[in-house]
């Protein structure tokens, strides 16, 4: 219960947070300039699909810490022997890890009531204009500030929070979770709702779009895949007391697995972005749809891996760094 609970938390968290930047660096170019009917109809699709993705994030977090929240009182239950009773509720959120759950629990409803009702219009905004509008501008702050926020009450209560030297492992941590949502959602994007909209229109119109689109992305997610890495390996050391727990404790055999999940999202990444993005870009309109089916099938793989990694890490917070296997 605990880690499922925490795998749908981390999935949410991370739509919330990442939706914002992809949405404004990637997609909002890509489509600004495309702004005939058909083209319109086709961002009002994939707006659909991703306003979709954001209820589901929102019911995946509060589904995700309300199971953990309870995980925890049963934890207390059982120490003392006995049924749930209103002390171990009190008890698991004088907690630094059940107050901080439940803080999350509040963000996310607040970012629900206040935000929530906007994100599809915002998202099917496409007006020609290169430059978002003031309106879209303070929504997209506001959106991220509360993403942010919820990241980092994930980062409070993880084993960083809990280490030697909190004050520098909490920052590494969030900001691994940070790198990691903006790839994730990416990749989300990519796999699950840019094709809806592609597949209103001929190819060659596709890959005046896709391809753009792509490029912009690839650009994002080499900086976000670069700074998950350097934040990973340093979260790492901060957690484990030697580097042979990665041997003899579960918490360092998941890390690895983990670890060998992400070198393979690495090789499709660079799959993609060294060889099928210029194969792309050099393509006519005849092997167009070839090749972006290509690239389709990669990045749906990447996604899987992800989902795979994210499920890893759901499994790794619940173990010890200290505990042999």
């Not at 790839?183 to 809806?196: D, K, Q």
């Not at 994210?310 to 790794?316: D, E, H, I, R, S």
Request: hydrophobic share 55%; charged share 15%; net charge positive.
């Amino acid at each position: 219960m605990l880690a499922a609970g925490r795998l749908i938390t981390f999935a949410g968290a991370a739509f919330l947070f990442g939706i914002g930047p992809v949405y404004v660096s990637v997609l909002h170019r890509g489509f600004a300039a495309a702004t005939d009917a058909k083209w319109r109809r086709g961002h009002e699709l994939m707006a659909r699909r991703l306003g979709h993705q954001g209820d589901a994030a929102f019911a995946g977090l509060i589904l995700g810490s309300l199971l953990i929240l309870y995980a925890q009182v049963r934890d207390a239950a059982r120490r003392h022997g006995g049924s749930v009773r209103g002390a171990d509720v009190l008890d698991t959120l004088s907690t630094g890890f059940g107050g901080w759950t439940a803080l999350r629990l509040l963000l996310t409803l607040a970012m629900l009531v206040a935000l929530r009702g906007q994100l599809r219009g915002r998202l099917a905004r496409a007006d020609g204009e290169r430059a978002l509008p003031p309106d879209d501008r303070t929504f997209w702050a506001g959106w991220t500030v509360f993403g942010a926020a919820i990241l980092a009450s994930i980062a409070m209560a993880s084993h960083a929070a809990a280490g030697s030297s909190p004050i520098l492992a909490v920052p590494v941590n969030f900001a691994h979770l940070v790198s990691s949502a903006l790839w994730l959602v990416g990749i989300c994007v990519l796999a699950t709702a840019l094709p809806v909209a592609l597949g209103t229109r001929n190819t060659r119109s596709q890959l005046h779009l896709f391809s753009p689109t792509l490029a912009r992305f690839s650009r994002l997610a080499f900086l976000a895949v670069l700074a998950t890495a350097a934040t990973g390996v340093l979260n790492a050391l901060a957690v484990l007391d030697d580097l042979g727990a990665l041997n003899t404790t579960s918490y360092g055999q998941t890390l690895v697995t983990k670890m060998w999940l992400f070198v393979w999202i690495l090789g499709f990444g660079g799959l993609n972005h060294f060889v099928l993005l210029r194969r792309l870009r050099a393509a006519s309109s005849a092997d167009g749809a070839r090749r972006m089916r290509a690239i389709g099938a990669c990045v749906a793989v990447e996604f899987l891996f992800g989902i795979l990694l994210l499920g890893a890490t759901a499994v790794l917070t619940g173990l010890s760094p200290s505990v042999p296997s």
